[in-house]
């Protein structure tokens, strides 16, 4: 049995089963106790898709307007001459052969590696070292770019990554609790809108069927949302 502190036992006594337009959500989110540290803003969104589809596959990344509230350790994996671009713009280390072989034996202290398609001959050798930590660039996932430095500078700011589990849900972070109310808002507001614009056209029924925001310490609070059925 999972055990749950009493703060979150009083909180969820203040839980509604009702699901909550997004400003009232947000507003609801924050009227439960407070932690002792600033607490992560999380959504999560089950998506009506085929999670062993390919083609139905959610997978992404996006700038939400107003950040998360975090920086990320960006590596670029780019020629010499973007290299000088890539470090002013936020990368921890930039450049080819030289940090393939550095990760290649074993070193990972860094959040989002951003590759150069040329690069990518090379960089693709590493996937049995990046794969299973979740970092190995993907174009899907906007990592390989031909304009790495301008990666780097999102993702180093907080662009956000995303990509649906086996159980067809999307999580992300979408802020921390400090924010204001409006910025939480914009933030929420903005995620739906873009996974709700990615729907598969193979994907059948409602595409979002449930969406939910928490805290790190909090219950999840349901947001209310218009439907999407298939198109005919």
């Not at 307007?65 to 960006?74: F, H, Q, R």
């Not at 780097?152 to 972070?173: C, P, Q």
């Amino acid at each position: 049995m999972r055990f749950r502190s009493k703060r979150y036992k009083k909180d969820a006594e203040k839980a509604v089963e009702t699901a909550l337009p997004v400003p009232e959500a947000v507003k609801k989110l924050k009227s439960f106790s407070r932690a002792k540290f600033d607490q992560t803003v999380d959504i999560v969104l089950h998506l009506g898709i085929d999670p062993k589809q390919a083609d139905q596959m959610i997978r992404g990344s996006v700038s939400l307007p107003k950040g998360i509230g975090k920086s990320k350790k960006v590596i670029a994996f780019c020629n010499e001459s973007d290299a000088a671009a890539c470090k002013a713009n936020g990368a921890i280390e930039a450049g080819a052969d030289e940090l393939i072989d550095k990760v290649n034996k074993g070193w990972a202290d860094f959040d989002v590696a951003i590759a150069h398609p040329s690069l990518m001959g090379k960089v693709g050798k590493l996937g049995k070292v990046l794969g299973p930590q979740g970092k190995m660039p993907s174009p899907k996932g906007g990592t390989v770019t031909a304009d790495v430095a301008t990666a780097v500078k999102e993702y180093a700011a907080g662009k956000v990554e995303f990509r649906n589990d086996t159980g067809g849900n999307v999580h992300a972070v979408v802020g921390k609790l400090s924010f204001s109310d409006e910025d939480l808002r914009d933030n929420v507001q903005a995620f739906i809108s873009h996974i709700q614009h990615m729907r598969p056209a193979s994907a059948k029924g409602h595409y979002v069927k449930k969406i939910c925001i928490s805290a790190t310490m909090t219950p999840g609070v349901q947001i209310a949302f218009e439907q999407q059925a298939a198109a005919e």
